[in-house]
């Protein structure tokens, strides 16, 4: 009995871990790394957990998940609110659109998709904060550098997401 | 048999078409929480305060490692680089003592001249220290979070400094934790004086390392070098804090190098001049206060 709770627990939390793992990135965007001309192009990495989650597991991060992260973030960073939410959601639906393209595809084509779908994020946002924001539009070359930064750190972050991926999802099953 | 997969498949398209209704209906609070965050933008402000509040621990424990590695970093760079130091620092301490005995001089005849004057002397500073947890640059908004609020007597409009110079303002405050707008930030603009000369400028910042001068008075007299101080207008900044000096000057418009390297600050000061500054109070506050300063005044 003790066992069978224990196991349903231990599904439950291992459900939880593309969200806990997304979470922890957002958060991660914002710590202050002290390198040197870094904080002005932080990457998108909440964007990079989404895309991988939408790729590999789209039953464990739903929209609501990928909303209040969106959210939180806004709220954290200042920028406007809905504006990131927005970006990470039409991320996910693009992807979830396109679930066969992205069936067994060797990481090479992932991560040219991934380049793809953070430059039109990327450019959506910026037109979102400009429209939104008081101050008007940002310099895009910041945005630009934001993004490149986004695509270069893609296989880093993507390895350590796959590894969360086959360490506590596949022993569930 | 086909009863069941019919229900199925029945099944699957209501779910479907729910998802669909979810998403879009999440889509559709998203532009309308956009529209709300630019007409309320007090409300919006209030949860996020909550939320930096929350969240604030967590930055803390998060950014923690980070700047264990840095200070290990700056460690070995300072060891590596301690004789060359030391040098210097014997040169410009003596260099400072001239200096300080210079300055004794001057202050006995500031207080002999003040009392002469008799000049109502300006409000000490309050000073609060507190640490960044969070940087939340990206290239949409320059902020930093640190980890002191209303409870350590940090208010919005407050000037927040390092050892080098302005950092910024605290531009929300909730209870444990403040944001900090970076003069850097696209929404910062300065009231400054620019060189020895001391000619009044705006300088605002453009989501970019180096913020610009705005309504120079003589552009020719910006020249490369120059410090960059508060000039203490609309009583938002004390003046003479300093900034950061022009780096580059031509057609286009003077850009000014901060004294403060973002990337390396890890404490700040919240320095509490008594200013009332145009940004510490909404305008209905103001108007609120204002028959309480005439009242003063007769």
């Given at each position: 009995m003790q066992g069978t709770l224990l196991h349903r627990m231990d599904g439950t939390a291992r459900r939880f871990v593309p969200f806990g793992v997304t979470l922890i990135l957002m958060l991660f965007a914002m710590t202050p790394t002290y390198i040197p001309g870094l904080s002005h192009v932080t990457p998108m990495y909440a964007l990079m957990a989404v895309y991988f989650w939408a790729i590999y597991r789209p039953d464990l991060l739903g929209y609501g998940a990928t909303f209040s992260i969106g959210i939180l973030e806004d709220l954290l960073a200042g920028?406007?609110?809905?504006s990131g939410a927005l970006i990470l959601l039409l991320c996910q639906r693009v992807v979830f659109h396109q679930q066969k393209f992205f069936n067994n595809k060797p990481f090479g084509i992932i991560w040219l998709a991934f380049a793809l779908v953070a430059a039109g994020a990327a450019l959506l946002r910026w037109i979102c904060v400009g429209l939104v924001a008081?101050?008007?539009?940002?310099?895009i070359g910041q945005m630009f550098t934001a993004y490149l930064m986004s695509v270069a750190m893609y296989p880093i972050i993507g390895w350590f997401l796959a590894k969360a991926h086959m360490k506590l999802l596949a022993q569930s099953e | 048999m086909r009863l069941p997969t019919g229900q199925i498949s029945r099944f699957g398209t209501l779910k479907s078409l729910l998802q669909r209704f979810a998403y879009l209906s999440l889509i559709g609070l998203t532009g309308a929480l956009m529209l709300i965050g630019k007409a309320d933008t007090v409300l919006v402000e209030r949860a996020s305060d909550a939320v930096t509040d929350a969240v604030t621990p967590v930055l803390r424990v998060m950014s923690e490692p980070a700047a264990v590695v840095a200070d290990f970093v700056n460690n070995l760079r300072e060891l590596a680089a301690i004789r060359e130091e030391n040098a210097e620092l014997r040169e410009s301490n003596s260099r400072l003592l001239q200096w300080q005995s210079l300055a004794q001089k001057l202050e006995s005849e500031n207080k002999s001249l003040r009392g002469l004057s008799a000049l109502v002397p300006e409000p000490n500073a309050t000073f609060v220290t507190a640490r960044v947890v969070?940087?939340?640059?990206?290239?949409f908004a320059q902020s930093i979070l640190i980890t002191a609020g209303e409870q350590s007597g940090v208010h919005k409009g407050q000037v927040v400094l390092t050892g080098e110079g302005l950092v910024g303002r605290v531009m929300q405050a909730g209870l444990y934790s403040a944001r900090v707008l970076l003069?850097?930030?696209?929404?910062s603009r300065i009231p400054v004086l620019v060189g020895e000369a001391g000619n009044r400028a705006i300088l605002a910042g453009?989501?970019?390392l180096r913020p610009r001068l705005l309504?120079?008075?003589?552009?020719?007299?910006?020249?490369?070098g120059d410090k960059i101080v508060t000039s203490g207008d609309a009583e938002a900044f004390p003046p003479g804090i300093p900034i950061g000096q022009v780096s580059r000057v031509e057609e286009g418009g003077v850009e000014v190098e901060p004294f403060v390297v973002r990337d390396k600050i890890q404490h700040v000061r919240v320095a509490d001049y008594g200013l009332s500054g145009i940004l510490a109070q909404s305008p209905p506050a103001l108007k609120a206060e204002a028959p309480k300063t005439e009242k003063v005044e007769k």
């Open positions: 920028t406007p609110l809905g008081t101050s008007g539009f940002t310099p | 969070a940087d939340t640059g990206g290239a003069i850097t930030d696209i929404n453009d989501n970019s309504f120079l008075s003589n552009k020719s007299a910006a020249a490369h």
